[in-house]
Structures are given as structure tokens and as C-alpha cells.
């Protein structure tokens, strides 16, 4: 766990913040990240962040799932409990699809959504700093992290040049704890970063 | 390349003068507010019905199932048709969200999350039936496939029936995740608001602390694109195999070829006018209707008059074959046990052409489609349409078999089989009322993410991107980002 500071910019229009991130990214500052009410597109480009590869974990997970299926069904069906029904053959692979597929999907879906939950930290019980409880509402807000030569001034200064209508300097937790989001949880007692 | 306009052809998806703080006011404000008389005299019915269930499945259970007027001959009866038809009514909510999701149909976001949300409670009420119809309640865990201590013995994986098994509880589970991670940012926005310390607890639970990070929203979207991948197939898949169910046997009228695309579009039929049913009272009560549009009934009723004909050419398809077959039974079946009107149970079969097949057709007028009082009223209609059909295609295969010794004509329900159906009508509005009650019915985010595009406010704003050349409108807008 680390606390950093960080300045925080609010946009309200798409229009005024993608030129804005260009202008935060070519002026060398470090976006850590853009807080978005909703899935705003081009934007992950824009920031510079790569394509996820979550699609790929799903494709091994399904894969998984249709092993696991054959290789159980098989094996119960040919060796653990031959049946003879009718003199058919024990190796039925036809009747076998339709529990091959669902396990295919079942196990995609399963697994890419905890793979999700993982990546991105979210499961009941966790808690994160929010930089600002509009940006789940109506604010697209960028958070910039400052290094020890960062004028926070001039900063600022940038980002309502750039069309920020809501600026913000804050020491926060970057990683996430556990914990309620009724409590202000006190993590840093001891060692406070200054301003 | 991303054409970032909707047509002007297009009826907005969102009306009135919006900004994206007026989006998550006017969806956030029922669960907000406390709720209206009206919702606590419903849920009180939910929970009497509810509870009727209960003590109708309590004698079930101690008694056994000759609680049920079924019988040797007639051994599938009011639960097997209930099953069928709250799966049928399961279907819509995963078609809405996924297939209109991989078609790109904005206009699915005012009404995937109130659609899956039914969907989950419809499948939770469809399983209930068979779980129950095992007699035996209390080792239906046999069904699943595990190690045991019987000796090596396992389920029968050539089963139709295990197929249901498999299929039923993947498109729960499916569903259920879909649903969820769909709800995620949307609880995440409750939070924000949170008014009290009660709320902000809970729904900062419930929301996995969720922050709307771009890279949380880059993997939540190539998810719910994976998802809706995946869930297509499923759906299609699981009223397959209920389909399955009755085509892999070899009772006339249920040995056919037809069944699986059959029952899928029943069951887009049935879960669309569920689907209807319930938005026409949510988008009223709760004042959604700039969300939950006209336009939105307008298209939900085209799906519903094509699914309804699909259904009909099945109907007319069976009968055909009844008669080209030559095949005895198959013949007796078809134009006596259900096409003859004076058959014991020939009113089940017209009951149902007259609901499924004649009476949808008034949605080839636009007039009709757009007006609610007619769908609700249509809406009713159909699910009553496509309980008959499930019992049509149950009961009147079932009650004269190849022995006519034990041809069986009195068949009726017991009062406990009713309150079995009762009771999951109340299991399915308690969550309903619940879910209303406590989450967002509107996907916000979805409708943040088109309002700018379809909302009738910013409509005007693309009329001169139309009026430009495709060449200027790509050169500019293809990599404006």
C-alpha cells in the first residue's frame, strides 16, 4: 500500500476531454487514471493503454470446459460405468454436445467473470479512494499522479486551461483495502505525506 | 470504423431535455424515494401467493405427489407445462441483452435490465417444477454427477433430461453474472448518492467498490461482448434441449423434428409479452416513460408479431405432417386429440391458435403496436396463448396412448397444483417488486453511453454530420481519438 498525491481535473463534456488528455499526456504529466460514468469509447486508446486480453482468458476457460466434459463424460461412460443400452456404442460423442456446450459456456462465463473481478479488484467488501463521488454521476475525472518535481500549481493552472471546471489536489491510498463506505477509514495515522 | 451517429430515421431512445445528472436522478429516484401504497399492496399479494406455494409444495412434500391430480397416463400435467413455459419466459431477457447487444440495437438499454433481471426470476420459478415433480425432494442432488458411495453409478449423460439439467443451470448461473456485472457501475452510482450510512454500507458492498476507472470499463465492456457471445448460443441452446425434452421420445405429437426451432421462438414469443407486461406498469408507475418509450413497445411488438407467426407456421407445419405422414397415430393425435374441436381437450388447442396465432396479428398495424393499453392487454393474451400451448402439446399427446385401456380423459388439477403455479407467480413479483425496489430498473451507464447519440436532445446536433459526405464524415470522425 502506498499513498500518493495526486491532482485531480473534472470534465463534463467528452468534447472538452479528449483534447484534454492529449494536452495532459503530451505536456509529459502521468494520467493515472480517468474516472467515467459510463464506458466512454476511444478513450483507453487515448490514455495510451492496451487492448485487455480478457476475451483470450474466456477462450481458455471455455476450452477448459469442453476438456473437462469430454474427458469426464468419456471416462465415466467407457471405463468407470460401461452401460450397455441396446448394444449402442459406449463412446456416445453425439449425445454428449449438449453437456459439452453448456460446460463450454458455463465455464467461459464463470471464469472470465472472476478473472474480471480479479484484475480489476472488485468483490464485496472492498474499498478504493474515490476521487470525487460525481465521477459514478456526471464528471469524467482525471487523476494525475505527481511526482516529487510536480508544480502542483502550475498544474492545476493546465488542467483548467484544458477545460477542467473542477479541480483538486489529494493525498490518497492507490491500491484498494478492505473496508465499508460508511466508515472514513483512518489507514495512514502514522505516516502522513505532505501536501 | 465507428459511425457515431444514429439515422435521423430513428425515433430517439431517450426524450426530453436530459443531461447526464437528469439520466441518474429520474432512474435512481424510485428506489430512493419510499415506496408508493401500490407497491407495498402488490408485494403483499407477491407474499401471500408466495406463501400459498409454500404450504401447497408443504403437502406436496409430506404427502407425495398424489397431492396432484396426475395420473399413470397423464404423468406430466400442470408442472411440466409450468416449467416450460417460465423457461419460455426466461428467454427474453438474455435475447434482449445479448443478441440485440452483438446486433448493435441501442434501443436495448432501456429495457435489458428490468428484461434480465425477469429473466433470472422466471428460470428460478422454472425450476422449482421438476426439482418438485422428482417426488422425493430431498435427494434431487442425485441429479447431479458426483463420485458417490452407490457404487460406480452416475447420471445418464445420453438423457435428455440431465441435458436440461446442464442447461437450465448454466443459463442461470449465465444469466445471473450478466445481470450482475451489468449492475455493478449502476450500484457503484447509488453509492455515490448514498443518503444514509445503512445505504452507503450496503451498496458499497454490493457494488465491489466499484470506481469507473477506463481500464475497469475496457475490460467490462470486452466482458459483457463475450458474454453476450456466449450467452447467444446458450439461449438458443436451452429451449433446444426442453424441446429435446419431448422430440428425443417416441409419443406422437412430441416425436418431431420441428420442436427446437418451434420452442425457441415460443420462447421469444412468451418472454417478450412478459417483458411488455411489466415495463407498461414500471415505465408508469416509476415515470420512466421518457426511457421506456413508445418506440421501445413499438419494436418489442414487431418481435412479438414475427415470433407469433414463426409459432403459427409451426402450428400449421405439425398439422401438415400430421396428415403427409400417413402415420396413424401421429394423424390421430394432431387432427383428433387437438385440431377437433369437440376432442376432450380440442378448446386447449383453439384456446391456443386463437391467442398465439389470430390475435398478434393486429400488430401489423402501427397503430395498434403503439398503443399500451392494447399491448398489456395483448401482452396477457399471449403468455395465456403460450401456457395453452405447453399444455396442448403435453396433455393431449399424453392422454390416449398406443393402449386405450389407459386412455385417461380426467385430468383437472388438484387446489395443491394450482397453488404450486400460484406460488411461483408470487416468488417470481416478490423479487420483482424487490428488485424494483432496489436496484436500478434502467441501466444508467447504458443510457449515458447513448444519450448523446439518440437522445432526442442531441439529435438535432447530427443533422449536419448527415448532411456531409461519407468521405469528409470518415476522414474526420474515423480517428478523431
Known amino acids: 500500500m502506498a499513498q500518493k498525491k495526486f491532482v485531480v481535473g473534472c470534465f463534463d463534456e467528452e468534447k472538452v476531454l479528449f483534447p484534454a488528455v492529449k494536452q495532459v499526456r503530451t505536456a509529459g504529466y502521468k494520467i493515472k487514471d480517468v474516472y467515467t460514468p459510463f464506458a466512454v469509447h476511444g478513450l483507453d486508446h487515448a490514455l495510451g493503454m492496451r487492448e485487455t486480453s480478457l476475451h483470450t482468458a474466456g477462450f481458455i476457460y471455455g476450452i477448459t470446459g469442453t476438456a473437462t466434459a469430454v474427458s469426464a463424460i468419456s471416462w465415466i461412460f467407457t471405463k468407470d460405468w460401461p452401460l450397455n443400452i441396446g448394444g449402442k456404442p459406449h463412446f456416445a460423442l453425439p449425445a454428449w454436445i449438449p453437456i459439452i456446450f453448456e460446460l463450454t459456456v458455463l465455464f467461459a462465463a464463470v471464469g472470465m467473470v472472476m478473472t474480471f473481478c480479479w484484475l480489476c479488484q472488485l468483490a464485496p467488501g472492498v474499498k478504493k479512494h474515490h476521487f470525487h463521488k460525481r465521477a459514478t454521476d456526471d464528471l469524467f475525472v482525471m487523476v494525475i499522479e505527481c511526482s516529487d518535481k510536480t508544480n502542483t500549481d502550475d498544474l492545476v493552472a493546465f488542467l483548467k486551461s484544458n477545460g477542467a471546471i473542477e479541480t483538486d489536489v489529494q493525498v490518497a491510498e492507490e491500491e484498494w483495502w478492505f473496508g465499508t463506505y460508511d466508515k472514513q477509514d483512518d489507514l495512514y495515522n502514522t505516516k502522513q505525506v505532505a501536501l | ?481
Open chain 2, 1 to 481: 470504423m465507428h459511425i457515431k451517429y444514429e439515422s435521423q430515421l430513428r425515433e430517439p431512445l431517450v426524450y426530453g431535455e436530459k443531461n447526464f445528472h437528469q439520466v441518474t436522478e429520474d432512474i435512481l429516484r424510485p428506489i430512493e424515494v419510499k415506496p408508493s401504497r401500490l407497491w407495498y399492496i402488490g408485494f403483499f399479494i407477491a407474499v401471500t401467493l408466495l406463501l400459498f406455494g409454500v404450504f401447497s409444495l408443504y403437502r406436496e412434500v409430506t404427502y407425495g405427489i398424489g397431492q396432484w391430480n396426475l395420473n399413470k397416463t397423464i404423468g406430466w400435467g400442470w408442472d411440466i407445462t409450468n416449467f416450460v413455459w417460465w423457461v419460455g419466459i426466461g428467454h427474453a431477457g438474455t435475447l434482449i441483452s445479448a443478441v440485440l447487444l452483438l446486433f448493435r440495437q441501442g434501443w436495448r438499454t432501456g429495457v435489458n435490465r428490468a428484461a434480465e433481471a425477469m429473466t433470472i426470476f422466471a428460470v428460478m420459478c422454472a425450476g422449482q417444477f421438476p426439482i418438485f415433480h422428482m417426488g422425493r425432494v430431498w435427494l434431487a442432488f442425485f441429479i447431479m454427477p458426483y463420485p458417490n458411495s452407490r457404487g460406480p453409478l452416475w447420471v445418464n449423460f445420453n438423457s435428455p433430461l440431465l441435458w436440461d439439467v446442464f442447461a437450465i443451470s448454466t443459463y442461470f448461473t449465465v444469466s445471473l453474472l450478466f445481470w450482475y456485472s451489468g449492475l455493478l457501475p449502476d450500484l457503484a452510482t447509488v453509492r455515490d448518492r448514498a443518503f444514509t450510512k445503512l445505504r452507503q454500507k450496503l451498496y458499497g458492498i454490493a457494488s465491489f467498490g466499484w470506481t469507473g476507472s477506463t481500464k475497469h470499463w475496457q475490460r467490462h465492456e470486452s466482458l459483457s461482448l463475450v458474454l453476450a457471445g456466449l450467452s447467444t448460443p446458450l439461449v438458443l441452446s436451452v429451449h433446444t434441449i426442453v424441446s429435446f425434452d419431448f422430440a428425443t421420445s417416441v409419443i406422437p405429437g412430441w416425436h418431431t423434428t420441428i420442436f427446437p426451432p418451434y420452442f425457441v421462438a415460443g420462447a421469444i414469443f412468451s418472454g417478450f409479452a412478459m417483458v411488455q407486461s411489466l415495463l407498461i406498469v414500471v415505465r408508469k408507475v416509476f415515470g420512466l416513460t421518457d426511457y421506456i418509450t413508445i418506440g421501445h413497445i413499438d419494436l418489442m411488438n414487431k418481435v412479438i408479431v414475427l415470433t407469433g407467426s414463426i409459432v403459427g407456421i409451426a402450428y400449421l407445419t405439425e398439422l401438415f405432417m400430421g396428415w403427409y405422414s400417413q402415420n396413424k397415430y401421429e394423424g390421430y393425435t394432431f387432427w383428433y386429440s387437438r385440431a377437433y374441436l369437440f376432442s376432450p381437450y380440442g378448446w386447449s388447442y383453439w384456446g391456443m391458435m386463437a391467442c398465439n396465432v389470430l390475435s398478434p396479428q393486429i400488430f401489423w398495424s402501427r397503430k395498434m403496436r403503439r398503443n399500451v393499453f392494447v399491448t398489456f392487454f395483448m401482452s396477457i393474451i399471449v403468455n395465456i396463448g403460450m401456457w395453452f400451448e405447453r399444455f396442448v402439446i403435453i396433455v393431449t399427446s399424453l392422454y390416449r396412448d398406443y393402449l386405450p385401456s389407459s386412455w385417461s380423459v380426467y385430468y383437472s388439477p388438484s387446489i395443491w397444483e394450482v397453488g404450486f403455479y400460484l406460488g411461483t407467480f408470487g416468488l417470481f413479483f416478490t423479487c420483482f417488486f424487490l428488485f424494483a425496489k432496489y436496484f436500478p430498473v434502467i441501466a444508467v451507464a447504458e443510457i449515458k453511453y447513448v444519450l448523446k447519440r439518440s437522445g432526442e436532445s442531441f439529435k438535432p446536433e447530427f443533422e449536419k454530420l448527415e448532411a456531409e459526405p461519407l468521405d469528409k464524415f470518415v476522414h474526420d470522425n474515423a480517428h478523431a481519438h
